[in-house]
């Protein structure tokens, strides 16, 4: 591309292209300062995104709607669905007016659809990375589509690609969906939510998080069955928060009254419990939420312990604290004579707030953290070092996903959440003030499980990788 420049702007006069239906029309459009070079990498990165069908279409508009800067040439690729593509091959106008998706910043998403209700970020060992670092793809989207994005990614079938990462316009709506899932999957989900025009209310949406939360489903398929019989879900009045609310609602239902003298030796708390259990009733984020055409499976009554393991790093600053020019880096064996300090320090980090759950309460998937009882933070001496440890309790045992979604999220409180904190605050010894970390940014750094660490014949390899393992860097 070549053009005149003037005082404010360039002027297109040649556009060299390998066939794409747009680069015709750039011919003799300003190139406004700053923005204008962004606006025809989005057209070029936008024809990427758009099926041989759209494509066509999408040349047809540019006929019949003569843009006249690239502004509009961009607000015409976004408003497709305002044209139709006839059977005989021409393209007529819907009567629809054009929305305006672009209005000088920012520029939309190059994969833009309108109501999209999922927008992914793709990769392949085969993608060539000439349109971006990701590829992108609204969801929900036809068969079509998902064979143009496959044919850009160099792969056979769609669920080849790999899904970097994904939002929605439904926000939260990923803390409440599987650990796993495939783009089809999601697709699938898409479409229901688009189709189900009942779920876009606040009261729909609550009901399908909180059915979610509490149905606890493995795969999409799972999600997508839940949201399509959402009508059997119900909430439990407002007023009825904790098991002992419910049992003194039954006992109302039921025009049960307890004499004065009686009621102080009855535990309603634990009668509420069982009835709760007994009915598949689920406390989740919205309320107390039942299913009416039969009971939700409830969690494993059994705790299941684990233990992830990960180096510690330390340093000594002398008498004068901060002031102290150059603190002493303390190794792990050397850490081990600080067990006790270590250990009182990690029992005032815990706060009231996370009563018996500690760390467990700020995970942030909703149906792994029904999973999951109990996360506190530990210290272990094993072959003459002391180790980070954290303690696991869950309700049953976790499988592999699971497991590897507990480690990223302890990967993520010990470098940027609790770990920050407890880093920052010294911990009083007779040599002086002791910053322990629970995370470093080292290439030797990992968090794996006890089993793993402690297998007498991987005592010699890395343990880091391989099964359940991070190395984080």
Not at 137 to 143: H, I
Not at 215 to 231: D, W
Not at 318 to 324: D, R
Not at 411 to 431: C, K, N
Request: with cysteine; proline share 4%.
């Amino acid at each position: 591309m070549s053009g005149q420049l003037g005082m404010n702007a360039a002027k297109i006069v040649e556009v060299e292209s390998d066939g794409s239906v747009f680069a015709p029309y750039l011919i003799g459009k300003e190139v406004p300062p700053e923005k204008g070079y962004k606006e025809v990498d989005f057209l070029e990165r936008r024809m990427e995104c758009l099926t041989r069908k759209e494509q066509q279409v999408f040349q047809e508009a540019l006929e019949m709607e003569h843009p006249e800067t690239l502004e509009e040439m961009v607000n015409l690729s976004c408003n497709l669905d305002k044209f139709e593509l006839l059977e005989d091959g021409k393209v007529i106008r819907t009567g629809e007016v054009l929305d305006t998706v672009y209005d000088s910043e920012p520029l939309p998403d190059v994969g833009y659809e309108k109501d999209s209700v999922f927008w992914l970020r793709l990769d392949s060992p085969f993608y060539k990375r000439d349109y971006g670092r990701w590829y992108p793809l609204s969801l929900p989207a036809d068969e079509e589509k998902l064979e143009r994005v496959a044919e850009v990614l160099g792969v056979s079938d769609i669920e080849e690609g790999r899904i970097c990462f994904y939002g929605s316009r439904y926000q939260g709506i990923e803390e409440v969906l599987p650990l796993s899932y495939g783009i089809r999957g999601m697709n699938a989900f898409a479409g229901c939510l688009k189709q189900e025009k009942f779920l876009c209310s606040k009261e729909g949406m609550e009901k399908l998080f909180s059915a979610l939360e509490a149905e606890r489903p493995e795969n999409m398929q799972e999600v997508v069955e839940i949201a399509m019989r959402l009508e059997q879900y119900e909430f439990l009045p407002e007023k009825i928060v904790t098991a002992e609310d419910y049992g003194e609602y039954l006992l109302e239902e039921a025009q049960i009254v307890l004499d004065e003298k009686i009621a102080p030796f009855i535990d309603i708390e634990g009668y509420g419990f069982s009835q709760m259990e007994k009915n598949g009733i689920v406390q989740t984020e919205h309320g107390l939420i039942f299913r009416k055409d039969k009971p939700i499976q409830m969690l494993p009554k059994e705790f299941e312990g684990i233990r992830l393991f990960s180096p510690l790093t330390a340093l000594m600053y002398g008498q004068e604290g901060y002031e102290s020019d150059e603190p002493e880096e303390i190794t792990p064996t050397q850490l081990c004579r600080y067990v006790s300090a270590i250990k009182k320090q990690l029992i005032k980090e815990q706060l009231d707030t996370e009563g018996d759950r500690g760390l467990a309460e700020y995970i942030r998937n909703r149906i792994l953290r029904q999973k999951v009882f109990r996360m506190f933070p530990d210290v272990e001496v094993w072959q003459g070092e002391l180790w980070g440890a954290l303690e696991i309790e869950s309700y049953g045992k976790l499988s592999d996903t699971e497991l590897n979604a507990v480690i990223a999220e302890w990967s993520g409180q010990a470098s940027d959440g609790w770990g920050e904190g407890f880093e920052q605050r010294p911990i009083r010894t007779e040599e002086g003030d002791l910053y322990v970390s629970f995370w470093n940014s080292g290439s030797d750094y990992f968090i794996t499980t006890e089993e793993k660490l402690k297998d007498a014949s991987l005592r010699h390899s890395d343990v880091g990788r391989g099964g359940i393992g991070m190395r984080m860097g």
